[in-house]
């Protein structure tokens, strides 16, 4: 990497820089993209447990959150079988929509905002009727377990 300096007469002159990347280089390269995921998590997770949003889910377990913990650009949530339908239509909504501070040029074709795909995790009871691999980009998987399901 080449840098212009001034010499003590004032002129300017070039020099050459080496440049050591340190221990956490990695980790600010990184940086950027793990702040904007977890921004747009925040901004979900604000429409999700704001009561006065159409797609609250802060009542979902037993008039209670059903948030168990966010994990880095995903949602632990504890949701009761009969409030799951409700839950998981919200939570894609909110999670699915297009991010407006982030557009993207027309040219790409991909629509003129940043939107960020899904995969889930929870009981096999709706496995069916959401069909596909429940690996599948778009898909969700269900676990039953003491009649709740994990989404």
């Excluded at 949602?75 to 699915?96: G, H, K, N, S, Y």
């Excluded at 795909?117 to 599948?136: I, M």
């Amino acid at each position: 990497m080449a840098a212009q300096a001034q010499d003590a007469g004032g002129g300017d002159q070039r020099e050459s820089l080496r440049v050591d990347r340190g221990p956490d280089a990695k980790r600010v390269v990184a940086f950027y993209p793990q702040s904007t995921a977890r921004g747009i998590l925040t901004e979900s997770m604000i429409e999700l447990f704001d009561p006065d949003s159409p797609n609250y889910i802060g009542d979902a377990y037993y008039g209670r959150t059903p948030l168990r913990a966010p994990i880095h650009d995903a949602l632990f949530l504890e949701v009761p079988i009969r409030a799951e339908d409700r839950v998981i239509e919200r939570v894609c909504t909110a999670m699915l929509r297009p991010i407006e501070e982030m557009p993207q040029p027309a040219e790409w074709g991909l629509g003129d905002f940043l939107t960020i795909d899904r995969r889930g995790q929870g009981g096999e009871g709706q496995l069916a009727q959401h069909g596909g691999d429940p690996a599948a980009p778009g898909e969700l998987r269900r676990e039953r377990g003491g009649g709740r399901h994990r989404l």
